[in-house]
């Protein structure tokens, strides 16, 4: 009897589980789906009560965002594959520069000690402290010097200073977990620093890489302050060209949910491609180390 | 292939490689403006296209309306760079760009075709003076709007509605004159058990949301947002007749659809294209797209005309509202002065304005003054009219400063948070010290009018002067 109604309460339990699960998916994947919906629906139909779930596509908003078929000759339709391939160049350079420097940093800051490390690591976060638009105008100014204004070059050193902050702190994080034996008994075997920091500490944290390049990629992905006034026309990345999708209707939601998706697509295949780390380091290796 | 003929090859390669190199060069000279994205942009564009000077390129760095918009021009101008040669800014910020800009009475001056009386004088000024009266000018009126009154005809033709309404207020149901008659119909026809709302308007904190839409109402009660001559606000911006003006706005929004205290164009759009409402505040650049029947479903059933005006305090007529649109005005730092001189004298030719009439308001007198272009769509006629009761914010370069204090004021009014008296109050005492802060001396009178209007440029008339 006992059993049976112990075998009760874990079916009950079970299902409660998967209920609120299913709950929490539906409220993750409910605006994406939204999205992806809209982005196929006219402007009639967008905004129709009660929303409609069937419903003629409408390409309109793709077109627009391809700046292919109706919308090829408008200014204002978003035209996404140049700014597509700038935010792929500017997140991906960025990212990675701003990983390597980070991992770099964290080493150095998680193993050695060195005078004014501390104010190093506070100063090293501090850059993320600043709202992007204290220091917008005194970039603008360097970078049109420079000759820098709208150019990808100007963009990736933008990603790679604001990046290589929380770059650093993260993976000293990460290089902190692992024990400092692993080095000191390849240095005891004659092998290098160099050849111990490669060989065994950076694979045992190749987790936190994998998720501090999703951090870092998701920031440069979707930065939009520094973008919309240091570029102009030749380099504006895809949130800024997306913020400009109005027309004589207002805003755009077909285009903007359009591009939206076209937007999120590249953040989806990143994900995918990094999954297998991405879990341990998430939980900063907690998971990866039992 | 012997030496000499590979040789001649060569050197003919050499001479075509060298003169694609210079026709690639000499096409290289491009004519980069700043404008908000949309259909005039569009427009312009199209139009930029037939250009007969091949050599010159028309480049669109388009923005978002609002802040940012703002914000790319302004960025630009602080560090004295030349990202863009021409820019398209709202009227109200000519002040504040005014000192980067190339002065156009220059242009007018060398120019052949370009001069004052190619643009209505009123246009000419509300989009370029800076200062208000001085007849220098810093921008020509490219794009001209107006906000304007759109409404269902369907409802308003209604035999049964017309008896209706004439049963419950004693009078004929008609596209109302003034914001008194507005309030009773849009009383009349909200129903929101039939999903029926009387009235739409801004309230939202974004950009000049809120204050275009109060603005409206705050002048034509005979309120003033300061004293240019004292630079007084308190007094004027929180005077009995500016607090009559913004609580009849505040009220309006009883008859509005639920949420809409923090709406935007974008939403009354919407309102108005799902049949939602029987009037709406809208923009006349926004007509275009509402008649569509492709984008609304209400499109043979809307009309557009002028908002109304109200009847002051003082027992005086007024009929004021916010004036949309457009200066084109020329970055001074841009090294391309010539080549954008001559794109400009073949832009406002007749021809030109035509095109860009079609979609968007010229501000080309030949064009405006054509029967043609009067009678092109069902709101020109009402546009032409509405010109003549339009009204600004501060002409002073303080402007973004002023508009987010007052549009932070006046969405706490429209939200409830504050009552109307209190915002206004708070609104002008921020008003004042951006003002003192910025170098203004304000001179303090003895009193301070219930009125303003009455003594700032009165326009106040005895009766009702009927349009639409």
Not at chain 2, 40 to 58: E, G, N, R, W
Not at chain 2, 279 to 285: N, P, S
Request: proline letters at 5%; hydrophobic letters at 45%.
């Amino acid at each position: 009897m006992n059993s049976s109604r112990t075998s009760a309460f874990d079916h009950a339990g079970r299902w409660l589980i998967f209920a609120l699960l299913a709950i929490y998916t539906l409220y993750n994947i409910g605006p994406v789906f939204w999205l992806l919906l809209s982005s196929f629906k006219s402007r009639l139909d967008l905004f129709a009560m009660p929303p409609k779930l069937f419903f003629t596509p409408d390409l309109s908003g793709y077109e627009s965002v391809f700046g292919v078929g109706a919308a090829a000759n408008n200014a204002s339709s978003v035209g996404v594959l140049d700014s597509l391939i700038n935010s792929i160049i500017v997140s991906v350079s960025g990212t990675s520069l701003a990983v390597i420097f980070g991992t770099l940093a964290g080493y150095v800051c998680s193993r050695f000690n060195f005078v004014g490390k501390s104010d190093f690591m506070f100063f090293v976060l501090s850059t993320r402290m600043l709202p992007p638009v204290a220091v917008l105008v005194f970039y603008h100014m360097m970078f049109a010097r420079l000759g820098l204004a709208d150019t990808r070059f100007g963009l990736i050193l933008v990603s790679i200073f604001a990046n290589v902050g929380l770059a650093t702190w993260i993976m000293k994080g990460f290089f902190d977990g692992v024990p400092r034996e692993v080095e000191q008994i390849a240095l005891v075997n004659g092998y290098s620093r160099m050849y111990a920091f490669t060989r065994l500490v950076l694979p045992m944290v190749k987790g936190g890489i994998a998720a501090t390049a999703g951090f870092c990629f998701i920031f440069a992905w979707n930065e939009f302050a520094f973008s919309s006034i240091l570029t102009t026309t030749q380099a504006k990345t895809l949130p800024v060209k997306i913020s400009a999708a109005s027309g004589a209707t207002g805003l755009e939601w077909t285009q903007i949910c359009a591009a939206g998706v076209v937007l999120i697509i590249p953040v989806l295949v990143f994900f995918y491609l990094i999954r297998k780390h991405l879990l341990m380091g998430m939980t900063f290796g907690v998971l990866g180390r039992r | 292939m012997n030496l000499r003929t590979r040789m001649r090859l060569a050197v003919s390669s050499l001479a075509l490689y060298a003169g694609f190199v210079a026709s690639a060069a000499q096409a290289e000279t491009t004519l980069t403006f700043v404008w908000h994205a949309g259909t005039c942009a569009d427009a312009l564009m199209d139009i930029a296209k037939d250009y007969p000077d091949k050599s010159v390129k028309i480049v669109p760095a388009l923005v978002p309306y609002g802040p940012q918009w703002h914000d790319k021009i302004a960025s630009e101008f602080a560090i004295q760079g030349d990202a863009f040669d021409f820019a398209m800014w709202d009227s109200q910020s000519t002040a504040e760009f005014a000192a980067h800009a190339v002065k156009i009475n220059e242009i007018f001056e060398k120019s052949d075709y370009l001069k004052p009386d190619l643009f209505p004088p009123a246009s000419l000024s509300r989009y370029g003076e800076y200062p208000d009266g001085s007849g220098e000018y810093y921008g020509l009126p490219a794009n001209q709007d107006a906000y304007g009154l759109t409404y269902r005809k369907d409802l308003f033709e209604d035999p049964e509605e017309k008896e209706a309404f004439k049963a419950k207020y004693g009078r004929e149901l008609a596209v109302p004159q003034t914001y008194q008659e507005a309030r009773d119909v849009a009383e009349f026809f909200t129903r929101p058990d039939q999903g029926l709302y009387g009235w739409a308007q801004m309230g939202g904190r974004d950009y000049d949301f809120a204050t275009t839409a109060s603005n409206s109402f705050l002048w034509s009660f005979g309120g003033e947002l300061y004293n240019p001559e004292t630079f007084e606000v308190k007094g004027y911006l929180d005077s009995p007749a500016s607090i009559d003006g913004v609580q009849f706005y505040v009220d309006m929004f009883k008859y509005g659809p639920p949420g809409s205290t923090n709406w935007g164009f974008d939403e009354v759009n919407t309102a108005i294209q799902q049949g939602q409402v029987a009037m709406a505040m809208q923009w006349f650049y926004f007509n275009g797209s509402n008649a569509d029947p492709n984008v609304s479903k209400f499109a043979d059933k809307l009309a557009f005309g002028v908002l109304p005006g109200a009847i002051g305090r003082d027992g005086k007529f007024r009929r004021q509202f916010s004036v949309g649109g457009q200066g084109m005005g020329i970055n001074k730092y841009s090294k391309k002065l010539p080549e954008l001189t001559k794109f400009m004298e073949w832009y406002f030719q007749p021809e030109q304005q035509k095109r860009y009439a079609a979609v968007c308001q010229t501000g080309l007198k030949a064009v405006l003054e054509s029967p043609e272009w009067q009678n092109l769509n069902s709101y020109n006629r009402q546009f032409s009219q509405a010109l003549a009761y339009l009204n600004d914010y501060w002409h002073l370069p303080e402007y973004p400063v002023l508009l987010d204090e007052l549009q932070q004021e006046i969405s706490a009014a429209a939200a409830g948070t504050k009552s109307v008296q209190q915002a206004l109050s708070d609104a002008a005492e921020k008003h004042e010290r951006t003002l003192q802060r910025a170098g203004y001396e304000i001179k303090r009178g003895e009193s301070t009018p219930e009125v303003p209007d009455q003594v700032i440029s009165p326009v106040g008339q005895d009766e009702v002067v009927p349009v639409n």
